[in-house]
């Protein structure tokens, strides 16, 4: 349940909120369509301009998708798209095709775009185009006929889409949240909530203007994802995604009059990563960064680097923040780690133990003796270092 609000309050969820909310509101200045296009093809040339820039190939090739889904729903030169059934045909041939595609470049990895890995995914656009363009200046209707399939009542009855389509929207939206639960980063959030832009877009077929309106909000929605991605490249840490050291920086910039900052280290880290594996090890520092984002007392955790992370307390006397450390300090050393061993020889199965890890801090304040924030690090660095020689696992200042 807390991961579903997470991902519904996420900012392109937002967006998508506020394109309903635009069209609930003014459907009536919607109607002129004329004005709408222009803005649309804008908002993906700005996406495909953006993602090149920052290297995000998986949005640049949805962008290109959904760019074409609405070139090809506007209706296409030389198609005769007067007659009824090229219309609904193309139609059918876009709601199905379209959750498909932004499956497919939503699962590949980033590997560039102008370069024999994005020669690849242009491939994979071009065959569908050619295939459609095929299919409607020769008329065949057998080489559409899979997009029309019929599918039992009780899977369609409660969509406008044609059968196929909602299947396919179905699948789609299962595998992008199972994928938004491996890992949770702002394109995994923008590709389910484009994913349902563009459901409500082709659910107001009869409605052009509305069609244009949540294509567009999908555009902007990547647009966004794209800086939020950045953003989250520069200034978080990838493993744990906690605030990196750069964020940190930013951070000890702001600080003014008391505050407190602590250094955390994981005791015998470089031992438990030799004996169980980089993995396992990986596994472990997410583990206490998740207990350290838990932080009270107004405190912020940042990976320092390696197996430290820093804690600071804003406006916070050392005594202040002391507790809340030592919270820590004990929940990390409560928390277990689940290890999946090699298998046994005699059982033929995995060996599953619990593993326990525990942590020192030091903590230091800002003083007459310490005023600019790295000379307080340094005091906690070595108050860090006593810690340690206390025997590790506890608090030291």
């Known amino acids: 349940m807390t991961t579903v609000l997470s991902i519904l309050t996420s900012l392109p969820f937002g967006l998508l909120f506020a394109a309903a909310a635009a069209y609930l509101c003014f459907s009536v200045e919607l109607s002129s369509i004329a004005r709408l296009y222009p803005v649309s093809y804008a908002i993906y040339a700005a996406g495909l301009v953006l993602s090149w820039w920052f290297n995000r190939s998986r949005v640049f090739f949805i962008t290109l998708v959904i760019a074409l889904s609405q070139y090809a729903l506007s209706g296409l030169p030389g198609l005769n798209f007067n007659a009824q059934g090229n219309q609904a045909g193309l139609y059918s041939v876009v709601a199905v095709l379209l959750p498909v595609n932004i499956l497919i ?13 994005g020669l690849t995914r242009f491939s994979i656009v071009a065959v569908q185009v050619v295939y459609l363009a ?9 080489l559409l006929g899979f997009f029309t399939q019929p599918l039992p009542e009780d899977i369609s009855a409660n969509t406008a889409l044609p059968d196929t389509a909602a299947a396919a929207y179905g699948i789609t939206l299962l595998v992008l949240v199972k994928q938004r639960l491996n890992r949770n980063v702002p394109l995994h959030n923008a590709f389910i909530a484009i994913l349902v832009t563009t459901f409500a877009a082709l659910s107001l077929r009869p409605e052009p203007p509305g069609t244009v309106l949540f294509f567009s909000a999908a555009g902007i929605i990547l647009l966004v994802a794209v800086i939020q991605d950045s953003y989250s490249m520069a200034y978080l840490d990838e493993l744990t995604g906690l605030p990196a050291r750069r964020a940190l920086k930013e951070e000890l910039l702001k600080l003014r009059g008391e505050y407190t900052i602590a250094m955390v ?22 583990l206490v960064a998740d207990v350290l984002e838990k932080v009270g007392g107004g405190g912020k955790a940042f990976r ?21 450390l030592e919270d820590l300090r004990a929940a ?55 810690a340690k020689k206390k025997g590790r696992n506890c608090v030291s200042k």
């Open 105 to 117: 470049f939503s699962l590949f990895k980033e590997r560039g775009i102008f370069n024999a890995w």
């Open 134 to 142: 095929l299919a409607f200046i020769t008329n065949d209707s057998s």
């Open 265 to 286: 280290d994981i005791d015998f880290f470089k031992k438990f990563n030799d004996t169980y594996g980089h993995d396992t090890g990986d596994d472990v520092l997410r």
């Open 304 to 324: 320092y680097g390696g197996e430290e992370f820093t804690v600071v307390f804003p406006r916070a006397k050392v005594a202040e923040a002391l507790p809340h």
């Open 332 to 386: 990390v050393e409560k928390t277990p780690y689940a290890y999946r061993g090699k298998k046994s020889a005699k059982t033929k199965k995995a060996v599953l133990k619990k593993l326990f890890v525990t942590i020192s801090i030091g903590v230091a304040g800002r003083n007459e003796k310490r005023r600019q924030p790295g000379e307080v690090i340094k005091a906690a660095d070595t108050a860090l270092y006593r």
